[in-house]
């Protein structure tokens, strides 16, 4: 019997959500263009939706016009694209999830108990790059697969941190490789790894094993995304695919499948998850099955410059 998994939580976390909604908010208050420096949530959908009403996406300050609005993404920003800011005299509306800002002041006060910082993520995300931002000399990036290249003396006095959408799995082992080099490692204050990421994770890695095929719709720069499927495969899953929408999927993939498991990253709308059901339901995959692990329930409210009136 063809069958869905189709596990929960999935999809927008509360960042995304408060995200998505500040650009809504400003363009609404103060109409378009509304410039957002680097995709706001990493979803092609999502960028393109805002595209069309209004918002003007952009990689560097140096491309928003003087005087214009400009909006900071989810994934936060260092402190010189802050100051960059201000020298070019832009209003700015700072979107960065709070978790990923927890995980600056984090950074903030390890580097000023004089540690140094050995923050686990990829170096070419924008998150890891706007925390690095914070204590750029004392901040040594590290992936989660080779925390071996850490190059560091061992008498210094070190933390470490990570990025907010690793795998909990992988990162712990790192910590564990790091833990041997550096015996006194102090961990962070908090659980950097985010809520959402962990719910998502878990909630997939439930039910993979059980799959024959796991489908992750998400973008392929969502970190969380791409995260979803390698969690599913170490959980058991014999395949899995990050799907940006229901056009990639290739039909072979269902061949021989009975069961295929369901999620989406934590910048998906859910209708790109109902495109995919829809596909899968004409080609015999109807009965879903929803695993709902935990429940999420809290949110963020807006920016402080959209709790006022801008100038
Ligand atoms: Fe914030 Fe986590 Fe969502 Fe990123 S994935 S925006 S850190 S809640």
């Known amino acids: 019997m063809r ?13 995304v959500e408060r995200a998505v909604r500040t650009v809504e908010e400003a363009l609404r208050r103060h109409g378009p263009p509304i410039y957002v420096r680097k995709q706001i949530v990493h979803n092609t959908f999502v960028v393109d939706d805002l595209t069309r009403r209004g918002a003007v996406f952009v990689e560097e300050l140096d491309e928003v016009p003087d005087g214009a609005l400009v909006i900071f993404s989810a994934h936060g920003v260092s402190p010189a694209v802050k100051e960059h800011a201000e020298r070019r005299g832009l209003r700015t509306i700072d979107a960065t999830c709070p978790l990923v800002t927890k995980v600056h002041k984090e950074a903030v006060r390890f580097a000023e108990a004089g540690y140094e910082i050995v923050l686990i ?8 790059e706007g925390t690095r931002g914070e204590a750029p000399g004392r901040t040594h990036v590290v992936d989660p697969v080779t925390p071996d290249d850490l190059r560091l003396p061992a008498d210094r006095p070190v933390g470490w941190l990570s990025q907010t959408t690793l795998s909990v799995g992988e990162t712990m082992a790192a910590v564990s490789r790091l833990r041997e080099r550096f015996p006194g490692l102090v961990d962070p204050p908090s659980e950097d790894i985010c809520y959402a990421s962990q719910n998502r994770q878990e909630a997939l890695a439930a039910i993979a094993a059980e799959c024959d095929l ?19 495969l170490a959980a058991g899953a014999p395949a899995g695919h990050l799907v940006d929408h229901v056009g990639d999927l290739e039909e072979d993939w269902l061949d021989g499948v009975e069961t295929v498991g369901v999620s989406s990253g934590a910048s998906v709308p ?31 409210s807006l920016p402080a410059e959209l709790r006022s009136e801008l100038p």
């Open 270 to 300: 859910e209708h790109l998850v109902t495109g995919l059901l829809e596909r899968l339901a004409e080609r015999g995959f109807a009965d879903v099955r929803p695993v709902t692990l935990t429940r999420e329930t809290f949110t963020f």
């Open 121 to 128: 993520g990829h170096a070419d995300h924008e998150e890891v």
């Open 3 to 15: 069958r869905v998994l189709l596990a929960a939580p999935r999809g927008y976390c509360a960042g």
């Open 214 to 232: 796991v489908l992750v719709v998400g973008s392929a720069n969502s970190s969380n995304s791409r995260r979803l499927v390698e969690v599913a």
